[in-house]
């Protein structure tokens, strides 16, 4: 765990063969055991030095040979460069910079920090600086140009009066400003960093609003690590009525009435011949499904959300993805979060307790009956379900997330009104038939119908009258939706 933003690493007392290994310092989010891909550096060094960490992340140490069978056994050594009173500069032209400012007077990798953390003004451009370590200790930096020169990665996070940064042309691969001074910025200019696609900051609606002297290729998050992903898996108790074969029914898929366009706020869209979208047997689409993380400490904060696309057997998939199986990613920080899932005429669910989720797949499944996760009493419905199955309810057509036959607020009306209203329905028949993707299909058979042959009002009340809650068997019963927020 690092203990500063800066670790010195030594491999020391080596014995064996090979009497030299190399190193590599990978962040344990982003770790896959034997991938160093993503590594901070990589090393043939005995030691080196690991600079731009996190206070309080986990990072591993990945020792290897390039030598078949090695070895050797060895010590690690990690240690900070902290000296009281003095911050660390490695970069010499960053510190030979300093010295022409009068802030130090020798070359020898430490600055007195009380002579630069009153600093509000710092022009280094086109210095050839490579590092910007130190930079953190800048306490009252106000003004910052730092163009033209080799940064790769700058860390400003530290740096909370920063209200004007001029960073253009520095190689810049990753750059976070997330100061809680951002909408006191003035200046903020990073063109020419081809490389730089992301750009942690506090707001990203606000950044991506005021701060537009960037790439075309950049754009702004409130975390630019690696995603975390979630496999989450549901049914949908409306496709799996009456499907004998233990998976959701694929009628709007089949009848091509699923748009391209997701229905949900983001309107996520993708392409018709994109393999997610033309996927078949267990992976062919049911409908567009939306995934919501919310705070581990207030389960009514919605932290991030997005529209993803259900398969056949239950599984949530990336839709801007160019396969089948890529779990849903949110660029947001590893933590706990609570996960619930929404379908547009099926009562929302909520996973009971808030699950760890990183780079790291998790899998969380609303499905099992016997290992039941879901939020709340009786939130999903085992109602002509196949055994040990469970699924969310489906009924739920007006849209205020609650399921009712008959009574106050009932949802069956709006099934008729939608067979009646029909164009097409000149005679208004309650037994025509309304083909279409519309929140009235209940079975989600692509078909409305409010009473005949294979009407769509009989499953709303099947459902009130199977409810384990209503033990009195009255049409009028209220199912529900079990959301925090509906308590």
């Known amino acids: ?63 290897y040979s390039h030598v078949a069978n090695a070895n050797t056994t060895f010590d690690i050594c990690v240690s900070t460069n902290l000296i009281p009173g003095q911050t660390y500069v490695p970069d010499d032209n960053f510190e030979q910079a300093l010295i022409d400012l009068g802030l130090d007077t020798a070359l020898d990798d430490y600055v007195t920090t009380s002579n630069i953390n009153t600093v509000n003004d710092l022009n280094i451009r086109n210095l050839g600086i490579f590092d910007l370590t130190g930079i953190e200790d800048f306490a009252g930096l106000e003004i910052l140009n730092c163009g033209l020169n080799f940064l790769g990665e700058v860390d400003l996070s530290q740096n909370t009066n920063l209200n004007s940064l001029i960073a253009d042309n520095t190689a810049l691969v990753a750059l976070n400003v997330k100061n809680g001074n951002n909408t006191n910025v003035t200046t903020f ?86 393999p997610v979208y033309i996927a078949t047997e267990q992976d062919k689409i049911v409908d567009w499904i939306w995934i919501e993380l919310r705070d581990a400490t207030d389960p009514t904060n919605i932290i991030d959300g ?17 396969n089948t199986t890529t779990p849903v990613s949110f660029n947001q920080a590893p933590n706990d979060y609570y996960i619930v899932i929404k379908h547009r005429n099926h009562l929302s669910v ?52 609650v399921v009712q036959y008959s009574g106050t607020n009932p949802d069956v009306p709006t099934i008729l009104s939608t067979v009646l209203n029909d164009p097409d329905n000149f005679l208004n028949f309650p ?18 119908q409010y009473t005949g042959t294979n009407p769509d009002t009989p499953f709303i009340l099947q459902n009130i009258l199977a409810h384990p809650g209503n033990f009195l068997n009255f049409s009028t019963f209220q199912i529900s939706e079990q959301l925090p927020e509906n308590e």
């Open 1 to 63: 765990v690092a203990t500063e933003t800066t670790h010195e690493i030594k491999l020391q007392n080596l014995i064996g063969s090979p009497n030299f290994l190399w190193h590599a310092v990978i962040d344990a989010q982003a770790y896959t055991c034997g991938n160093i891909t993503d590594a901070i550096y990589c090393t043939d060094a005995l030691e080196d030095t690991a600079t731009g960490l996190t206070v309080g992340n986990t990072y591993y140490i990945q020792v």
């Open 189 to 274: 200019i990073t063109l020419g960093n081809v490389d730089l696609f992301c750009i942690q900051v506090d707001d990203a609606a606000y950044s991506t609003t005021n701060w537009t002297l960037i790439e075309s290729t950049t754009s702004f998050s409130e975390y630019c690590g690696n995603p975390i992903q979630v496999a989450a898996k549901v049914y949908l108790q409306g496709a799996m009525l009456d499907n004998t074969d233990g998976f959701m029914r694929t009628d709007l898929k089949d009848n091509n009435h699923i748009l391209t366009v997701s229905p949900y706020a983001d309107a996520t869209a993708i392409v018709a011949t994109d």
């Open 306 to 322: 997005k529209s993803a696309l259900l398969q056949r057997d239950g599984d949530i998939v990336e839709a801007l993805a160019d």
């Open 350 to 401: 909520m996973s009971d307790i808030a699950v760890s989720l990183s780079s790291t797949v998790l899998v969380v499944d609303f499905t099992d009956r016997a290992n039941q996760i879901t939020y709340g009493s009786n939130a999903q419905a085992t109602f002509g379900m196949p055994i040990d199955v469970v699924a969310m309810w489906c009924g739920n057509v007006n849209g205020d997330n």
């Open 431 to 448: 037994t025509f038939i309304v083909s279409g993707y519309d929140t009235n299909d209940v079975n989600m058979d692509g078909s409305i």
